[in-house]
């Protein structure tokens, strides 16, 4: 699904302030309000009473959910730094949502367990209470997190590198972005090059599961289409 960056700010934004106003300012010490009382100017001592829903919070929560164990690890690794990196420098900047800071935590999705990887994300959203998650890595924990997790607890996913065309047709409340093109590109693409180099019979091997038959579909049908 491509989605411009500014639609997944706003419903970022819309998301984390429906899911505030809904909670008390008499919330246990774990609330997530709470936790950014020392930032919140107002709350000195002999300070006025006001209503948590108008306080701004400082301090946003991502969870990094990739497959640092499995098949795919060796490309979990450099993913999630890429993506605490880029946390570390909006936090820096001062930019984002009025000065917000943005912290993360890590948690693994397996890539192949798709019953851990929304157990993975269910964890982080109870535990950490965090606003939005960066994951899956592999398309089958990817669609298990968003189907599992992400749609019924109203939190955002993005994925980096989940290429299934499935993606682009499950129905998700505008909750899931990603960043890498559809396996339906990338199967008409590749029968191009083939179509280029006048080959004109293919076999294939493919991996079974949602990654590897959704990109094996696509450039057997683009290679017969052609």
């Not at 984390?16 to 919140?40: G, I, L, M, Q, V």
């Not at 969870?63 to 909006?90: D, H, I, Y």
């Not at 599992?148 to 998700?172: C, I, R």
């Amino acid at each position: 699904k491509s989605k411009n960056t500014k639609n997944f700010q706003q419903s970022f934004i819309m998301k984390r302030n429906k899911k505030f106003k809904s909670r008390s300012r008499d919330d246990n010490k774990n609330s997530p309000f709470e936790d950014r009382k020392k930032f919140c100017p107002f709350s000195q001592k002999n300070s006025p009473i006001i209503d948590y829903k108008d306080v701004k919070l400082l301090n946003r929560y991502i969870s990094v959910v990739l497959g640092f164990t499995g098949p795919a690890e060796s490309l979990a690794e450099s993913m999630a730094r890429g993506a605490e990196l880029a946390m570390k420098e909006v936090s820096a900047s001062k930019l984002l949502l009025d000065s917000a800071t943005v912290s993360h935590v890590r948690a693994d999705s397996t890539c192949v367990d798709a019953s851990a990887a929304a157990a993975a994300a269910e964890r982080v959203i109870a535990s950490d209470k965090v606003d939005a998650i960066i994951g899956a890595l592999c398309s089958g924990a990817t669609i298990s997190i968003l189907q599992n997790v992400a749609m019924p607890k109203g939190v955002l996913l993005f994925s980096p590198s989940a290429t299934s065309p499935a993606l682009s047709t499950l129905e998700d409340n505008d909750l899931f972005f990603r960043a890498s093109p559809s396996d339906a590109r990338q199967g008409q693409v590749i029968s191009e090059v083939l179509q280029e180099k006048g080959i004109q019979s293919i076999a294939m091997t493919y991996t079974n599961n949602d990654y590897g038959k959704g990109l094996a579909d696509s450039i057997q049908s683009n290679f017969e289409a052609a």
